[in-house]
């Protein structure tokens, strides 16, 4: 059923039918245009603009397909859109009094709507998912107690840190993501119901007890504007490809951490394959996924903001191509999201590998710099003095070896982590008080 | 001047040099970086890690230094980057002592913090420019007063709408712009001095000091995170490529309605360019040359998504690359913001041809069809009559004709503009509540 | 069934299967991946690896299951991929002996083998289509005859070109997107069988045999490179972003000229779509679809490019994303296609329209201002002068006018389309060239 | 200077002004600018539209101001482009004359002239770097003889390989950047002057002459699209990104390899950095400046690629974007390119690490599992019972422990990568063939 024709004398090319057809994609919405149906149809009421007992054949029919679809009932058709799907089937039941679904509103709002309903919900499994994973880092923290690694920049060991303060460094990141997509969620709580196809609409309209109907918190402000404004889209996309960059940045590490030369954890058999050809391997795969899908994620911010560009005001056909990357997105964000909680929570840290490695006494040579500056030192005398520990250690004058060695003498790995205590510093002080916030943040 | 070199035993290769310097690029944080070493100092001294008559020597010559910039002093050498710079600088004023900007810092929490403070006056600046923007679209609507024009869905004639609402509805998504470039700012007001190089500091650092002198609201919250996070500079170049594509869809209609085909518009001389070749054009060139820039915010977002992306933490020298893009961005917006805000200013509006085009009888075929929901007809059949009207006039039935004769002669522009009264229509009452709400928005 | 898991101990998590799964995407490879598997066989018949006894057995199954395929039986099943489901319904048939066709190989080679095929016939169905277009605009020029239009700069008027032209414009633009198809198949013409999983083959494999017998001209140059290099893949992506972008400037113009401001062309009523709202709307779709999926191919050629980006050699799992984008691009550029073809087949053109726009004396004015020249003006002078004819014509001086009118005199729509003759001119000399070389080119 | 401004009556905006100056960033054409002018007089006068005396004084004034730019003379001024910039220092030499340069062509033409000899000397610039790059892998290769290293799969130690044969992996990946920029170059290699703005001219211009005498092999054969096509900037940024992600690759593992974990390599002190807080860092700082640049050439393709996405024919004000992104990419690959042939010249290999690391008995299982399908075992179960000798050596069976060993006896290192010998191969005799192969194509 196509919901447009009167004027056209010839059927559609089959290849431009189908070429055009988003039913496949765009089934995702039902339940959302459903919704916005019967809250349009309770407004129109309310609105005298629909007798009551033509309302109430509507809503009926909309509801018993509600909980057809909840029941299994497939979305199935050559219909064009999900629009032409539902009024189809509504006209089987109600018969032409279906078509007065469209007094007042048309797909432009109907479908931006069922978007903006689809994104706020995506942005609350997100949101939730993220929870589930910050909860596990952080019981991973707390079971790392003090075990601890060295930390690094430019990948050479730099300086000692918890392996606590590690995970958490992580939570952080995602917590920033949680936060991202709550504005995300904001962005998209507008109901445009009452924009029409561009201009509103000459009936006596209500926007408020739609949106009311809907949960959504706020109305549209100008009828063009709400037709061509795809930001809450953008925004849902650009918090996904953060949020995957957070991930490429943990999965990377437990790359290299499970590395025969890191060593520092192994991943569980449920959540790790092996080779067709090499039968020892034991592959991080998770990780690896999660990092290769990491492109997928800038593409679709890219496609939707490339195909937004440079179009006039109002709806332009364009825009349907404006929810197949968000379908993506949210799915394969959700997946990761799972994949990684899976891989984070049955890891294995072999937390004697790092804790050798942090023996290393390189990692401690910025203390050894703090003493002896404490010592009286100018700070760039007593870099230098530290560094030449390190790279020239035969060529240090009696004197300067004294200093040293004094200064050694202070030093100890647990002592240098110990004194990082300040919000924020790698210490376990610092670690204690970031669990006591990151357990008040989850609730726990 | 280095700040580091004590284990190496060779120059750096001049090639190398080159490519890893940053100070021409990172001038434009130097007074950051200064405001930034004068409130850790202060810190340093009220911890006592610095004593007294040290802090009073760096704060006074960093104090002058910041005023000579002010009244034009370059910032030149061959430095490697600014922060060398400042202490190369600070050196020739008070000789070793310089060094101990050093204590409890490293470059990695300082040009962090330097680009946060960066990136807080970038928001503002560019949020001052969407006011004015939006201000110039008020006052252009306000002028307009009730000319009217075709609205136009897939560029073809849709509906009518008042010139004031289609001026509004870019308002509207500048306003978003605004709100998303106020949440930026939220993001990037985190002061992460204390995170040193990556583990926080040995030193009885406080972090809460540094932050309340810059004027920060928050305060790192984990070290590792701390200098890796780069956040706040891609949730930054998201904002402009957002606004950019808002940009670009004023620049299409500009330039589409300035041609000979639509004559909407007629560029002011100041603000357009002619042909070295054919003396008669008369070119929409600033139009052209934002939209054009379009790809330039896109590419940039897309730049430094992509260098973040997998890496480890805590930093890594790929880091580095994440401030040209942000200072382009930053630069080509304000310039655009700048250039559309002239445009419009200047604007000569040809409503009179806005107006004939809006005669045309199509625009008002929906409003034909509600009249003839509202006589009786369902919805699908009124949609389909009004269709005939147009594509096969010849063949409507007698009862037809004289249903759609009357329903016509219920319609006038005026009347259809009027009728679109609810809350973000086209028509004049929901215009002038839009304009009220702009006013109050830009506080006019 | 798996390929591997002798030393697991526990199933993967189904989770994590779910999620590495890449069978129901990358079953567009199974006849390339059984034809492959037959060369592999012949080769190591060839070598004596394999006894000709289970060389004929597996090379029977594997044919039967081709033309299964080929009659329509599906690829089913919940195996990890398709090589699984390969080997998997192979051990069905043979048993045991299945497994043989992993000797000398890995999943690693044999995928980018597969991957190769695909993109060759890619490249060559992609050429087909851009061929078909080619030649619907061949014949749309010659069908045009000497009809002309304003030829545009920034949307304005400029100087007037045949019809002819600036259908064979996007004729040549899509004569460089066959030429890079064309290269992107030669970089795909490969065979990297023998590589193995990384390092190549301790059996006596013979890359050249197999390669031989699946049509590839070149064998891998070494097998590290062999299972990393996604080249072939990256310049696939990018050639159909070019097209794509070929099209959306095609497509534009469609929009631009289908509305009614512009009138140039009227859409076929199969190849384009009405409104649910606006009855009397018809709408380029076709044209806006196309436009809007540019940004689908950005997006899947920064999808591929981010992937690749800084993994080390040799596999990394990241890499089983390289299929999705591929076969996105290569599915909706096809379509494109097709669709534009149709559309353009069937597009009415307004000559009489189009030609009455070209009347506008102002694209005349280079040629005045040539004129002018020829009669012994500097062209800066004669330029200005011209110009002011447009501007302020009441203030030309009696000589100036004169010169001008004479110059007018001189000039008229047709011989300023003739005097444009020289190769690549808008006039019909060389438009006639021109189709004769686009003949040539399509072999007509 | 203003090559435009007959009808105009105001002055420029000088806010519009300085967003439209491209001579800062376009003197970089100015030699081309300069060639084009002159080959574009000597066809004027061979074409007699310019008489010799007038083409002698302008050939004169023009090659004096190309050997006054050799001598390093500046491009200054307030000019708005780099057109503009030659006619006004050329009318300063021959008066009113210069404006005769403009007769038969157009800025449109002219620009696209200059950018495509740019790129072409791009091309063979960036050739040549790359030709020095794959000469010192080589090198490197030759001097590592029998060095060998772990190869990797998923970051996991797979397979034995050669140094040499590791090194010319890259040889190879470059190779085909090589081949590439030679393709962009043919794509370039394309003389559009007789274009003029958009239709050709109608003077009696010869584009074969100009072509000559610029060095192009073709000319253009459509002035619309002459004027409207950047595919080769497209092509060339597409190279460019493409050898990044190549270059990316190198130097992630050079990032690995240099960490304590690896130690394969270490950094020349010429080419690697200190830190400013911890004395005793080396970081490879080369390499992580190449990987965070990949970002940069992904950006500016993504920029162009969006910036001529939906322009409708022909030159559109959008196109001046087209050169910055092209001159970033030519710049930075250039730079990438020489500091990875420093770093790689100078950079120490770690053998005896290497060829430890090597030992891993885990790399020999592939052929350990060969040995056994040798011996008569089916592939699957050969592969089965050698990953059990990893994962659970304490359970095999008498028997299968004497298979086993007699199948363990046979295997070395060095047996391992010499039967490795097959085109491609990681062993020995392939390397010495590719290096043949290498030296061939170097002309070494």
């Avoid at 050894?368 to 404490?374: F, G, H, K, S």
């Amino acid at each position: 059923m196509k919901l447009w024709g009167g004027r056209f004398q010839k059927p559609t090319d089959p290849v431009f039918e189908e070429f055009g057809r988003s039913l496949e994609s765009d089934q995702r919405l039902v339940v959302h245009d459903l919704e916005t149906c019967l809250a349009h149809i309770k407004m129109l009421k309310e609105q005298s603009v629909l007798p009551e007992v033509e309302a109430a054949k509507l809503t009926d029919a909309l509801e018993t397909m509600l909980s057809e679809l909840e029941s299994g009932s497939p979305v199935e058709g050559d219909d064009e859109d999900i629009h032409s799907w539902v009024e189809r089937i509504l006209k089987e039941r109600v018969g032409e009094l279906a078509s007065s679904i469209r007094i007042g509103r048309s797909r432009n709002d109907l479908v931006v709507t069922d978007f903006r309903l689809y994104v706020m919900a995506a942005c609350r499994e997100i949101q939730a998912l993220l929870r589930e994973l910050q909860a596990t880092l952080v019981r991973r923290a707390e079971e790392s107690k003090s075990s601890c690694l060295p930390g690094y920049t430019h990948l050479q060991r730099a300086q000692p840190v918890l392996l606590a303060h590690h995970l958490l460094a992580h939570f952080w990141s995602l917590e920033r993501d949680h936060r991202r997509f709550g504005q995300c969620f904001d962005e998209a709580d507008c109901c445009i119901l009452g924009a029409g196809a561009l201009a509103g609409s000459s009936w006596p309209v209500d926007p408020s007890i739609s949106a009311k109907e809907l949960g959504f918190s706020r109305i549209l402000q100008n009828s063009l504007d709400g037709v061509s404004d795809r930001d809450f889209a953008l925004q849902f996309l650009f918090c996904c490809a953060t949020c995957a960059t957070h991930l490429s940045r943990m999965a990377q590490e437990l790359v290299l951490w499970s590395s025969s030369e890191f060593g520092f954890v192994r991943f569980d058999d449920a959540w790790s394959t092996g080779s067709s050809l090499m039968p020892q391997k034991k592959n991080p795969d998770p990780a690896e996924l999660i990092r290769g899908k990491t492109g997928l994620f800038l593409g679709n911010l890219v496609e939707l903001l490339t195909t937004v560009k440079a179009l006039p005001l109002a709806y332009n056909r364009d825009l349907q191509q404006d929810k197949p990357p968000v379908f993506r997105s949210k799915e394969e964000l959700s997946a990761c999201l799972q994949v990684m909680n899976g891989t984070m929570a049955t890891l294995e840290f072999k937390t004697q590998v790092m804790q050798a490695a942090a023996q290393d006494k390189g990692l401690l040579i910025t203390d050894l710099a703090d003493v002896l500056v404490r010592q009286g030192l100018p700070f760039s005398e007593a870099h230098h003095l530290a560094g030449r520990t390190v790279s020239d250690p035969d060529n240090l004058s009696g004197e300067e070896k004294s200093k040293v060695d004094s200064a050694w003498s202070e030093l100890t790995l647990e002592k240098a982590l110990k004194s990082r205590a300040h919000p924020g510093a790698a210490g376990p002080d610092s670690v204690k008080r970031q669990l006591e916030s990151a357990r008040e943040i989850l609730s726990l």
